[in-house]
Structures are given as C-alpha cells and as structure tokens.
C-alpha cells in the first residue's frame, strides 16, 4: 500500500498460478481470491487529513456493489458518523462535526470504489 492506507487483509504469502489464479496463504490455509460466494470481509482505513483549521463538511458519498459496508467518521480522534450503507449513496454529515483533523474508516464485504466528502451533496453529484 501507499502509506497513507491501511487495510486489515493480509495474507503471509500471495501466489499467482499459470493460470492467473491468486492464491494466499494465512497461517496453514490457503484461499483462492474470489472463489466462492462468501465475501471476506474487509477494513479499510484512510490516512488522517490534517486541515490545520477546524473544518466541517455537509455530505458524503460512497460508489459500490451492493453489499453492506460499515462507514465511520471520526473527527479529531473522536467518531462523529457511523451509518451502515448498503448501496451506492450520498448522505448529510452532522452539522455540529467539526474538527482539524479527519479520518475514514470502511468495514464490510462490498466492493468499494470510491469515497468522498464536500460541501454539500451538490459538489457530490
């Protein structure tokens, strides 16, 4: 990953076979990506921004599959947004949330494509 990302999938080992199979290793198991019908789930955190200003944003948005995904908000260390989502969507964000620093956490099992916060839900469409 870049550095600025964090995702809690990690297998030991990963293995790509001659016919493009990714294998991974966890401990003594091995999984084949994308086999089956049950999802793995997944956590994903951003990097924190720093504003420098305490700053506050009026919506959010996120593109996906379906499937259900958990997204957290936490301003200045603190959680100001839980909200289950379940398909591609855009929502407010708590007026009162506000803060210098800002951070993303996703935990689920859809296939996230994007995330993004603005203004207002205007700037998200």
């Known amino acids: 990953l870049d550095g600025h990302t964090s995702l809690s999938f990690k297998p030991d080992e990963m293995f790509v076979t001659r016919t493009g199979r990714l294998l991974m290793r966890f401990g003594t198991e091995v999984k084949e990506w994308d086999r089956g019908t049950a999802k793995i789930p997944h ?27 958990e997204w957290r908000i936490s301003m200045d260390g603190s959680d100001v947004l839980s909200e289950t989502v379940r398909s591609s969507d855009h929502f407010a964000l708590p007026y009162w949330a506000t803060g210098q620093s800002q951070q993303f956490t996703l935990t689920g099992t859809a296939t996230v494509k994007r995330v993004a916060i603005a203004a207002s839900t205007k700037e998200l469409l």
């Open 43 to 69: 956590t994903w955190q951003s990097g924190e921004i720093i504003f420098g200003v305490a700053t506050s944003f009026g919506a959010a948005g996120i593109t996906m599959t379906p499937g259900e995904e």
